[in-house]
């Protein structure tokens, strides 16, 4: 049997300069899912992005899926792509595998806690207060510098990597420390500050964006301090939920995300295109 990708639309030009196409995979002509391809709205036409990929229940487990996504990847050459990215979901099922199968890489995570009534107590001597206007500045261009450079670090071409960093940074903090739903707070021990954090509330759940420890102060169980806070802060604030994102690099967080109860809910994975 022969597995396709039938058009269900024309090449579309979309407003943010993005181009998409929708697909019916077909095999031997008979509809059995779709595929949603297009261009990445950030990191520009040299990127491809699935953003759907579905196979009805009765045509699953026989490789439907993996000839689509290989078609995808040749429409994605076409445009001139160089990348290719997906999101999969966080449980450990067949989206992982197949993407995994086909030499995808998984490059960040999102991840949630769900919580409770009662806020964590900070260990002794800890305690947060929210930043200064003085410490405000240093801060926002050391965490701007420090996100530009993940993603070059990633593979993204400078300009699409700053282009991103400006664009999230004007979205989240428009107005610096009065950004309505901005959260941002260092964390002393003994009257040091000895770490920052930046937290966001988004709809009915709190984000942390950014969670850091000073340099001379890592090692001393001040990264967990920083997340009990946020844990704390989300609840004040009446959220039940909370989540973040991590480099799959970064195994130190990992650890100490999963170790506070957090739990995986979706795998951002890319591949090279050669």
Same mark, same amino acid.
């Given at each position: ?5 039938? !058009?269900? +639309? ?8 993005? $181009? ?35 196979? *009805? *229940? !009765? ?13 995808? *990847? ?32 998984? $490059? ?36 701007? +510098? ?11 071409? *400078? ?5 991103? @960093? +400006? ?14 739903? @901005? ?13 920052? =954090? ?13 969670? +850091?420890? @000073? !340099? ?20 004040? @604030?009446?959220? $039940?939920?909370?989540? =973040? ?9 990992? $650890? ?19």
């Amino acid at each position: 049997m022969t597995t396709t990708l039938r !058009p269900t +639309e024309p090449l579309q030009h979309n407003e943010d300069g993005t $181009r998409s196409r929708r697909f019916q995979v077909c095999v031997n002509g008979r509809p059995v899912g779709a595929l949603h391809l297009g261009t990445h709205p950030v990191f520009g036409g040299t990127v491809a992005r699935i953003s759907e990929l579905r196979i *009805e *229940e !009765p045509d699953r487990r026989r490789g439907r899926g993996t000839v689509a996504a290989l078609a995808a *990847e040749e429409v994605a050459r076409g445009w001139g792509c160089r990348r290719i990215e997906a999101t999969v979901p966080g449980a450990a099922g067949p989206a992982l595998r197949l993407a995994t199968a086909l030499g995808y890489v998984v $490059r960040n995570r999102g991840m949630e806690k769900a919580l409770g009534d009662t806020a964590p107590d900070l260990p002794r001597g800890s305690r947060g207060r929210p930043m200064t206007e003085a410490e405000y500045g240093p801060w926002a261009d050391k965490s701007f +510098e420090e996100y530009f450079r993940s993603w070059v670090e990633r593979g993204v071409p *400078e300009a699409a990597a700053r282009a991103k @960093a +400006e664009r999230d940074h004007a979205v989240l903090l428009p107005d610096g420390l009065r950004t309505p739903g @901005a959260v941002l707070s260092v964390l002393e021990h003994e009257g040091t500050p000895v770490g920052t =954090l930046w937290m966001v509330a988004q709809d009915d759940r709190a984000y942390v964006y950014d969670v +850091e420890t @000073a !340099p001379a102060h890592r090692g001393r169980g001040h990264g967990r301090t920083l997340m009990l806070l946020a844990e704390a802060q989300a609840i004040a @604030a009446g959220h $039940r939920v909370i989540g =973040l994102n991590v480099f799959a690099d970064n195994a130190p967080a990992e $650890r100490l995300y999963e170790s506070l109860g957090y739990e995986t809910t979706r795998y951002a994975m890319f591949k090279t295109l050669l």
